[in-house]
C-alpha cells in the first residue's frame, strides 16, 4: 500500500465517520447507498458533475437513481463535507472538501472552462490568510479571466 492510498484510506475513514455524526444529529437514515456515494466522491480528486458521479456509480456495480444523487448531495453540502461551485456553467460541479486543502481556479469568463491553478504562492496565501473574527471551514479561491483559446478567438474578430 503507497502511501497516498492510506492516507486516501483514513481521509474516507474521518468523512464517513462525520457524516455519520450529522445524520444523527440531523435525525436523517443512514443508507447504504449515501455512504457508497460518499466513498465514491472522496475517490474523486477533482471536480464532478451530478453526470459523472452517476456514471462512477455505474462503473461500481452500484447504479443509483439521480433523484436520490441529488438528495444525498445536499446532505453533504449541508454536512460541510462537499461543496457545490459556484461556476457559471449550466451543471452543477462539485468537489470534496474535508481535506483542509486550498482550492484555486481559474475560469474563462467567455466559454466557461475551468482549470485548477497549481500555485505554492497563492496556496500559501490563501491558507495563511486569517479574517479577522471569522473562522475558515474551508478556503477556495476563483479568479475569473479570458482562457488563450478565447483570447486568440477573439483577437482575430477584432482583425
Ligand atoms: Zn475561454
Same mark, same amino acid.
Not at 465514491?40 to 437513481?65: C, H, K, N, W
Not at 471569522?134 to 483570447?151: D, L, N, Q, S
Given at each position: ?9 483514513? #481521509? ?10 450529522? /445524520? @444523527? $444529529?440531523?435525525? #436523517? ?7 457508497? =456515494?460518499?466513498? $465514491? ?5 477533482? #471536480? %464532478? ?12 456495480? %452500484?447504479?443509483?437513481? !439521480? ?7 445536499? #446532505?453533504?453540502?449541508?454536512?460541510? =463535507? ?7 456553467? !449550466? $451543471? @452543477? ?13 481559474? +475560469? ?8 485548477? +491553478?497549481?500555485?505554492?504562492? /497563492?496556496?500559501?496565501?490563501? !491558507? ?26 477573439? $483577437?482575430?474578430?477584432?482583425?
Amino acid at each position: 500500500m503507497t502511501e497516498r492510498t492510506s492516507s486516501t484510506h483514513s #481521509l474516507q475513514a474521518v468523512v464517513a465517520k462525520r457524516f455519520k455524526t450529522f /445524520l @444523527a $444529529a440531523n435525525g #436523517l437514515r443512514q443508507t447504504p447507498e449515501r455512504y457508497a =456515494l460518499l466513498k $465514491a466522491i472522496y475517490d474523486i480528486d477533482g #471536480l %464532478f458533475t451530478i453526470e459523472e458521479l452517476s456514471e462512477q456509480m455505474d462503473i461500481r456495480r %452500484f447504479p443509483v437513481s !439521480t433523484a436520490t444523487i441529488y438528495s444525498a448531495m445536499q #446532505l453533504f453540502v449541508q454536512a460541510n =463535507l462537499v461543496i457545490r461551485h459556484p461556476f457559471s456553467t !449550466t $451543471a @452543477a460541479v462539485y468537489e470534496r472538501i474535508s481535506d483542509d486543502r486550498p482550492r484555486c481556479y481559474q +475560469i474563462c469568463s467567455n466559454c466557461h472552462h475551468i482549470t485548477r +491553478i497549481k500555485s505554492k504562492e /497563492l496556496a500559501k496565501g490563501v !491558507t495563511t490568510f486569517r479574517p479577522r473574527r471569522f473562522t475558515p471551514t474551508h478556503r477556495v479561491a476563483y479568479i475569473y479571466g479570458v482562457c488563450p483559446k478565447c483570447e486568440k478567438q477573439q $483577437a482575430k474578430a477584432a482583425v
